[in-house]
């Protein structure tokens, strides 16, 4: 084993789940997460209500699952049952620093490629089961952009039914409330968390997978703005509208992508000028002397959903001038026995068509190649991130170094599509993706993890839609 293969195998989690804290652990563990508490008690007044029914399983493993709304999610899941202790399933992006790589490995937790079924992992968490321990899961695979529920894969039911094991639901409202994703400052506002058995081991054993998807969808779902809204909470900060560009690009004005920037409290595009304010109950308002144009955008999600509603608009649009050349070679086809050339013109037409689409969008990208082997980050230089109805291209400047996947789209087909310094990810096989608003996104290849950073601050939630428009096609 070289040296980099070694340090590589360092970084990995043990083969091995405690059920119980070592006593070191616990001595660091304990003051820190009582520090977290005294900061949610003190800025958020969390409140954790519990099952009384878990009580009686106290000592039992179960399969934690939790709604994924901010960065306290597992800190607070950990506080309501502390001194029990989970094991959680965690992106391998994490090993790409050496704190996430520290926490991965000491703690036991379970590495897993996000969107992307492992056997590896599943069978990392059926040997923590095995040994008596519990597991954390928050199946939407990343932090909600919106405070609201994310995508489930129906393959969630499935996992945790074959587990066997009593399923507990954490569900936190107004978590994501009071640190956006997207914001530049933390809130000053409530949280409530609710800990209830969601299945036990009866019911596991009785119910499909299916039904225990259901169950877990039901269970788990929330809206955070809806919540607040009915609450009538309020979340205080001096500068509200701050870092929501990162979130909401589009001008529903003049419609052009990237043109938003913020000031204190107010939003405002950079082209037209159409300006709203943000309150301290996160509705959306046009300021003075402006109107919304068509759709009233009241609120973060509304405004989020009509930016994905255009894009699909643009994919839709774009697939239909493909389909056309489509029927129009059916149709030549059809009379081929008459005409001939009307076959071949058609054809051509057809090819024509198709080369003159132009993308729907092209981004410069800087990229980071993690490979799958140890997830260090390396830098690849810069590329070109292309969209159409059919997928999604990564292209790299640099003809000389290859990327780990090229000439491979990630289904595996060799020399499918595009050139060597090419790979393509088709419509269809993420359902969404993570990363860093106004920072970077993560595509998932089979070799390795591409990180990619954009100049703007919306552009990587354009991307992020553009996977999930191209999902819901």
């Avoid at 019911?203 to 607040?228: C, M, P």
Wanted: with cysteine; charged share 25%.
């Amino acid at each position: 084993m070289n040296k980099q293969e070694k340090k590589a195998e360092n970084r990995r989690p043990k083969e091995r789940y405690d059920v119980r804290y070592p006593f070191w652990i616990l001595c660091i563990l304990a003051p820190v997460m009582v520090l977290i508490w005294l900061y949610l008690k003190l800025f958020h007044q969390i409140r954790i209500t519990k099952d009384p029914r878990l009580e009686e399983i106290k000592d039992e493993p179960w399969v934690v699952l939790g709604n994924h709304g901010s960065y306290f999610d597992a800190p607070i899941m950990t506080i309501a049952f502390f001194p029990k202790r989970i094991h959680y399933v965690m992106s391998n992006s994490f090993m790409a620093t050496w704190w996430g790589a520290f926490i991965i490995k000491v703690l036991q937790q379970i590495p897993k490629s996000q969107f992307f079924v492992e056997a590896k992992s599943v069978i990392a968490m059926k040997r923590a089961v095995a040994a008596g321990a519990s597991v954390g899961l928050y199946p939407e695979g990343r932090m909600s952009l919106t405070g609201r529920l994310g995508y489930l894969a129906p393959a969630v039911g499935k996992l945790v039914k074959s587990f066997g094991i009593p399923v507990v639901a954490v569900k936190e409202e107004g978590v994501s409330l009071g640190r956006p994703l997207w914001a530049k400052q933390s809130r000053r506002g409530p949280i409530e968390v609710h800990c209830r058995l969601l299945l036990s081991r009866e019911e596991i054993a009785r119910l499909t997978a299916e039904e225990v998807y259901q169950r877990i969808v039901r269970d788990l779902s929330y809206n955070d703005h809806q919540w607040q809204a009915e609450k009538g909470a309020l979340y205080k900060c001096s500068k509200p509208a701050e870092g929501l560009e990162n979130l909401l690009h589009r001008c529903p004005a003049c419609r052009q992508d990237f043109a938003m920037t913020s000031q204190r409290e107010r939003l405002i595009c950079k082209h037209c000028g159409f300006t709203v304010q943000v309150s301290g109950q996160s509705r959306l308002q046009p300021a003075a002397g402006f109107f919304w144009p068509a759709q009233a955008l009241e609120s973060i999600p509304l405004w989020y959903d009509w930016q994905g509603a255009c894009l699909k608009e643009r994919l839709t649009r774009q697939e239909a001038e493909v389909q056309k050349a489509d029927r129009m070679m059916a149709q030549a086809g059809a009379e081929a026995m008459q005409a001939e050339a009307m076959l071949a013109e058609a054809g051509l037409q057809r090819q024509a068509a198709a080369a003159a689409i132009r993308p729907i969008a092209e981004t410069a990208v800087d990229i980071e190649v993690l490979l799958k082997e140890d997830f260090r980050p390396r830098p690849w230089g810069s590329g070109l991130l292309t969209l159409k109805p059919e997928g999604l291209t990564l292209t790299s400047d640099d003809k000389e170094r290859p990327l780990p996947d090229e000439g491979h789209n990630v289904c595996g087909q060799e020399g499918a599509y595009g050139a060597a310094n090419q790979i393509f990810f088709p419509a269809g096989l993420l359902p969404t993706i993570t990363g860093t608003l106004g920072s970077h996104v993560d595509l998932p290849g089979l070799k390795a993890l591409y990180r990619l950073r954009f100049a703007k601050p919306g552009q990587p939630v354009f991307w992020m839609q553009a996977v999930e428009a191209l999902a819901e096609k």
